[in-house]
């Protein structure tokens, strides 16, 4: 039974980290940076819905949208601000300026909100209970662990219709190949990026909200190790390939709970980078990337 | 022909040889002021930090400057070579009573060991290109963190003991001492580091890199950044070249963490995790790429920086930020770049006329410019 | 067991009999063959069955409509891409398996159709990496400043002011390779090229964007070079005054495939060429 109980949290901390991936993935495939900030807004997002909630009574649900209407704003704030100057800059510049909009957001949560963990309300209950029990309480599911996994495929699901079906997501794919065309045919990129970071920051809104319900602390440098994570699952899915950045997550969580639980809890991270380090050497675009050639 | 191949070498050595007097000054004038009480004692106690961060950036230059590549887990070498350090000068405590000797031995042992997994990293690794590189860096060092955070290390009169995960697992005999006690870190270090040790590795440091940009294998290392296609097609191996890059840098960190380890009685692993990594990172982006002496300047301000800012202490990581953004936009937005070189050049031209006018009426004042 | 081995039943393959040298050069082996040589990209075939030869001291073009595979044949030979089929012999010996870097040790020099310099290095320092295979000091001379350091350096900056004078580029050597005019970047590239010592230098579209003066200057300087260092070149143009007025076998390509081989005459003359670069006459 503790096998199954170890899948399940596996599944629903992947989920987690394949949602931070899906928005890592999309900015990565259409501006190419390494969004080192995205784990911060992660941070953001759980910060707000926790004050909504806790500090102004308002209702879960409100508190989730302020968090995904904030974190959208914060995102293309971010790239307006930091990113958008840096255009034709080297993509070290890019990274840096990055790690600077990070540490900022650290900082600036660290005076703002205090250095003093907050404990994170269950609030996904239904009546007293936060989950659900089966095999005479042998087994227990939380509703968030539900909410999480659901939430993360119907997200995959959306990005993916998205991206094959509508115009802005077509043009989303357009600049990922070659911004330069795009631009040719019409496709006004600046509003494209923008879009992209909206969403990306979106996702991280939700899943820092749904990461703290699981796991119920909140501190200013709450997102940036599930921040390098999804990255990590990211590169492991194939950067750039949404399906990939859903396979990587997942792997991921399964990867780190089952070695938390049959080997140590000190080296479950070493061995998720380890695994992560071996793939790549195997498979040097990820599990579903795809080769890129350089033309001579 | 002579003539100007004398004038070359005294190009090329030109900036070299100005990067060692900038050091050498810097040095004699810390000593000068130190002999005069002159030194805080928070600015003292960051003199061989602020070294073993030069060595860093340096050594990190070489990789991320000069091969081009981007590495985030440069911390983990330097957390080798510390935790190697640390044991070997333990160990030798007995065999050799010089401190300086101990020393310069645990920093030969650093630098081989960090040099050693740069090997075995690099090798397989050094395939991958760009932002995937750079990721598999950051993963080797998360795992040197927490390989390091379950490691434990002793020492008896039987040899050197290791054991992972519990301490319970190392056995020492009755005169035996643990030195590394996992989470812990190490504990009851012999400080063994000096100012004027760190000078010395920074000259080092120094001599082997710039002389190695400066020769056959470093223009073979440059031509690779600047066009891999066209290096392979003059015959020139990627592999090779970049590992040597990399091996190289891995190995100096290697050294600087002995340096900043045995400068402290107790260390823990977790020092050395990803931001200290991208510290370093920013001290070579800062001071810009490929540019060794920025990296010596950029190491040494931004280090002193946060102690010069201890009032402000809440919003002197703000303001870091804060400053490191503005100073990326600045140099790499070209409307920015503009702007700042038209306030340059108002500035620049209020001081010629300012000088001038003081030309005119006090005598020399126009030797200036 | 008997002695004697028994041969698998044989694959039979044509022996390539179309290839052409000059001459002069037919007492030797040719210093490149390519026998049935081809490559897919996913599926597509952009170069197949490519058989040529050339000699020692032949300068041949490779000349053909946009996209018929030229380039690809280039990088076919300088292992940029491994061939799909085929075989290369390069003075005789088989390049199977070898990377770009192995190929060029083995005597191939390239130069780009769109420019590879090393923009951020001097001009002198652009040729010295081409000689870097022909200095031998280690990284610890390097480091340590011994003798061989300032000796084989000396020599290699000697030699490659002599490969600049090819060009008259002497008085350019301090400047930054990226910083130099169009023609001069090409120029360049053909002596780092040169500089590591090839049997066969490959030149892509060495002529684009030059004018016609600059443009005779360099089909003299292609014949200055193959007589001063008695090498063999290969050459893909667009400029056909070029390519008729220097090179003496020419092999054009359509869709990856040879359609005319031989000399500048008979190509001017084959019905097969003016229809890949004209198109068909109508019928009237």
Aim: with cysteine; net charge positive.
């Amino acid at each position: 039974m503790s096998f199954l109980s170890n899948v399940i949290s596996g599944i629903s901390l992947g989920s987690i980290y394949a949602i931070i991936a899906l928005g890592y993935t999309m900015v990565y495939g259409i501006a190419k940076m390494l969004n080192f900030a995205h784990g911060d807004v992660i941070m953001v997002g759980a910060y707000v819905c926790f004050f909504a909630v806790s500090a102004y009574n308002l209702p879960p649900v409100i508190g989730v949208l302020l968090a995904v209407a904030l974190c959208t704003a914060l995102g293309m704030l971010i790239e307006r601000m930091a990113y958008k100057p840096l255009r034709q800059a080297p993509s070290l510049a890019v990274l840096i300026t990055a790690i600077g909009v990070s540490y900022f957001l650290q900082n600036a949560a660290l005076l703002w909100w205090g250095s003093d963990p907050k404990k994170f309300p269950a609030f996904i209950v239904v009546g007293e209970q936060n989950g659900v029990s089966l095999f005479g309480g042998q087994l227990r599911i939380t509703y968030v662990a539900i909410v999480t996994v659901v939430a993360c495929v119907a997200i995959m699901a959306g990005l993916i219709a998205f991206t094959g079906k509508t115009k802005m997501g077509k043009a989303m794919r357009a600049c990922s190949e070659d911004k330069g065309a795009a631009q040719l045919m019409g496709i006004n990129v600046n509003a494209t990026i923008s879009m992209t970071f909206a969403i990306g920051s979106a996702l991280a809104a939700i899943a820092g909200v749904l990461m703290c319900s699981a796991y119920d602390t909140l501190l200013p440098t709450t997102g940036s190790m599930p921040g390098i994570k999804a990255f990590t699952a990211a590169v492991f899915g194939g950067i750039g390939s949404i399906p990939g950045a859903f396979l990587g997550g997942l792997l991921l969580g399964v990867i780190q709970i089952f070695t938390q639980a049959y080997l140590s809890q000190e080296l479950a991270d070493a061995i998720v980078f380890a695994v992560l380090i071996v793939v790549l050497l195997v498979k040097p675009t990820g599990l579903l990337g795809k080769q890129i050639q350089e033309k001579v | 022909m002579k003539t100007e191949k004398k004038r070359r070498l005294r190009r090329n050595t030109r900036r070299s040889l100005i990067n060692y007097a900038i050091v050498i000054a810097a040095y004699a004038i810390v000593q000068a002021l130190n002999a005069g009480g002159n030194i805080k004692s928070s600015l003292q106690g960051q003199l061989v930090p602020i070294c073993a961060y030069i060595v860093m950036a340096v050594s990190l230059n070489l990789v991320v400057g000069v091969s081009g590549e981007l590495s985030l887990g440069h911390a983990g070498f330097m957390s080798i070579g510390a935790f190697t350090g640390i044991v070997a000068a333990t160990a030798l405590q007995a065999a050799i009573p010089a401190g300086w000797v101990r020393l310069m031995l645990a920093m030969v042992a650093g630098a081989l060991f960090a040099g050693l997994f740069g090997l075995l990293v690099g090798v397989p690794v050094l395939r991958l290109r760009g932002d995937y590189l750079a990721i598999v860096t950051l993963a080797f060092g998360e795992i040197v963190k927490n390989i390091m955070n379950i490691l434990y290390v002793g020492i008896d009169e039987k040899g050197v003991h290791i054991a992972a995960l519990e301490g319970s697992r190392l056995v020492l005999s009755e005169g035996g001492v643990p030195i590394i006690k996992g989470p812990m870190g190490a504990v009851g270090i012999a400080k063994l580091s000096t100012f004027t040790a760190g000078f010395l590795l920074v000259l080092v440091t120094l001599f082997v890199v710039q002389n190695l940009v400066d020769s056959r294998a470093g223009r073979a290392i440059l031509a690779l950044r600047d066009n891999r296609i066209a290096a392979e097609s003059v015959g020139l191996s990627v592999t090779k070249y970049k590992l040597m890059a990399f091996v190289t840098s891995a190995a100096l960190a290697g050294a600087a963490g002995v340096l900043y380890g045995l400068n402290y009685t107790g260390l823990a692993a977790k020092k050395f995790d990803f931001n200290t990594s991208i510290l370093v990172l920013v001290f070579v982006v800062l001071g810009g790429m490929g540019n060794i002496r920025g990296s010596i300047i950029a190491a040494a301000l931004l280090t002193i920086l946060p102690e010069a800012l201890r009032e402000f202490a809440d919003f002197r990581m703000l303001a870091y930020a804060i400053v490191l953004i503005i100073v990326m936009l600045a140099t790499n937005n070209p409307t920015m770049q503009q702007f700042f070189a038209a306030v340059m050049e108002k500035v620049r031209g209020t001081f010629r006329e300012l000088f001038q006018k003081s030309g005119e009426t006090v005598k020399g004042g126009g030797d200036h410019e | 067991m008997s002695k004697q081995q028994a041969y698998p039943k044989p694959k039979l393959v044509p022996v390539p009999s179309t290839n052409i040298i000059p001459e002069r050069d037919a007492d030797k082996s040719p210093i490149l063959e390519c026998r049935h040589l081809g490559i897919d990209f996913g599926g597509l075939s952009a170069v197949a069955d490519f058989n040529m030869a050339i000699g020692r001291t032949e300068i041949a073009g490779l000349i053909g409509p946009n996209g018929a595979g030229k380039t690809t044949v280039f990088n076919l030979l300088t292992k940029v891409y491994q061939p799909t089929r085929g075989t290369i012999l390069l003075d005789g010996r088989d390049t199977h398996s070898m990377t770009t870097a192995q190929v060029n040790r083995a005597g191939i020099a390239r130069t780009f159709q769109n420019i590879r310099l090393f923009d951020n290095l001097s001009v002198v320092d652009n040729v010295k990496v081409g000689l870097h295979n022909q200095m031998r000091y280690g990284m610890a001379s390097g480091i340590l400043r011994l003798p061989g350091y300032w000796k084989e350096e000396r020599v290699a900056k000697e030699r490659a002011m002599e490969l600049l004078s090819i060009f008259d580029m002497q008085d350019l050597s301090k400047h930054q390779a990226g910083s130099l005019p169009y023609g001069a970047q090409r120029r360049l590239e053909i002596v780092r090229a040169l500089a590591t010592n090839p049997s066969l230098l490959l030149l892509d579209e060495p002529a684009a964007g030059m004018n016609p003066s600059e443009t005779a200057e360099l089909m003299n300087n292609i014949r200055k070079i193959r007589d001063t260092f008695q090498i063999a070149i290969m050459l893909i143009e667009h400029d056909m005054n070029l390519v008729m007025g220097v090179c003496e076998g020419i092999c054009v390509l359509n869709f990856g495939r040879i359609i005319a081989k031989g000399t500048p005459e008979e190509i001017q003359a084959n019905p097969a060429v003016v229809e890949a670069y004209l198109g068909k006459k109508k019928e009237a």
